[in-house]
């Protein structure tokens, strides 16, 4: 069974940083991408970044590019997600998600999310 499992959300002020961490198991890392998506509750999930385990390439969302950081440990099965210079607008719950491919979620294989809330 895939668990992910997200630590490290919390409250910060804006221009701040946090760090998420994820650990996977129940599956072979590599097999899949894995990453970041947000949501805010009553609107659309939000695509933050994602990492190739194979080759390491990653991608970013707009919103976030130059001031998030995504590094996975492909032996300890992990991923981080280093968010620098923290807006209001980074307020949601994040969610650690593997993909086929990045960009194509695999369908219900997220954890259970960790609050981050930014206060301007």
């Known amino acids: 069974e895939v668990q992910l499992v997200e630590s490290g959300g919390g409250l910060v002020q804006a221009g701040g940083s946090l760090r998420l961490s994820c650990a996977a198991s129940?599956?072979?890392?590599?097999?899949?991408?894995i990453g970041w998506f947000r949501q805010v509750p009553g609107k659309e999930r939000e695509g933050v970044s994602c990492?190739?385990?194979?080759?390491?390439?990653?991608n970013y969302a707009d919103s976030v590019k130059g001031r998030f950081s995504i590094s996975s440990d492909n032996a300890r099965k992990t991923v981080a997600l280093l968010m620098n210079s923290l807006k209001f607008e980074d307020t949601a719950i994040y969610y650690c998600?593997?993909?086929?491919?990045?960009?194509?979620?695999?369908?219900?294989?997220w954890g259970q999310g960790t609050q981050v809330t930014v206060s301007s």
């Open positions: 998600a593997i993909y086929f491919r990045c960009g194509d979620l695999v369908p219900g294989h």
């Open positions: 129940g599956y072979t890392f590599d097999d899949y991408d």
């Open positions: 990492i190739s385990t194979k080759d390491g390439s990653t």
